[in-house]
């Protein structure tokens, strides 16, 4: 699932009936290239919920056994070991030659696991149209920095 289509959806609390918050990022371990948790806005304010704690992700909401899993935030919204997924998108990527490739548009993760699967890389091209875009699995992702991502390989863009 593309982080984008996680944006915006319901979170549900099955035991309270009641919608809970609605998912504004998400977090992701970069050592691990792995979705950790979902960050949420809800009525008491900004939040985390670890993915361990979700019980479905479906079409129109992801559903959880009750609110007491979500780490509601009282300063810091998370530890130093991910960054959120819109911090990673427009990073520049850089391939084993030394040519910049473009920069992230999206992250497809593996859902309930969280397993980064692809990067989608975009360049050129106005708003998106005639932008040529490569899909990089995470295989032959080498490391994400603070300001780029650096790939193994050459990887030529899709039609």
Do not use: C, Y
């Amino acid at each position: 699932m593309n982080i984008s289509d996680l944006r915006g959806k319901w979170i549900v609390s099955m035991t309270d009936g009641e919608k809970v918050g609605t998912v504004k990022d998400v977090l992701i371990d970069t050592e691990r290239l792995r979705a950790t948790a979902l960050v949420i806005g809800g009525g008491r304010g900004q939040g985390f919920l670890p993915l361990d704690r979700v019980k479905s992700f479906g079409p129109d909401a992801i559903t959880i056994e009750n609110a007491d899993g979500i780490q509601w935030a009282t300063g810091q919204l998370h530890d130093d070991t991910g960054r959120e997924a819109s911090d990673l998108m427009k990073l520049r990527v850089m391939d084993g030659s030394g040519t910049v490739t473009g920069a992230v548009h999206e992250l497809s993760v593996d859902l309930p696991s969280g397993n980064v699967l692809t990067l989608n890389v975009r360049k050129g091209g106005v708003f998106g149209i005639g932008a040529d875009r490569v899909d990089v699995p995470v295989s032959d992702i080498v490391s994400i920095g603070a300001s780029l991502v650096t790939i193994r390989q050459v990887i030529a863009p899709q039609a």
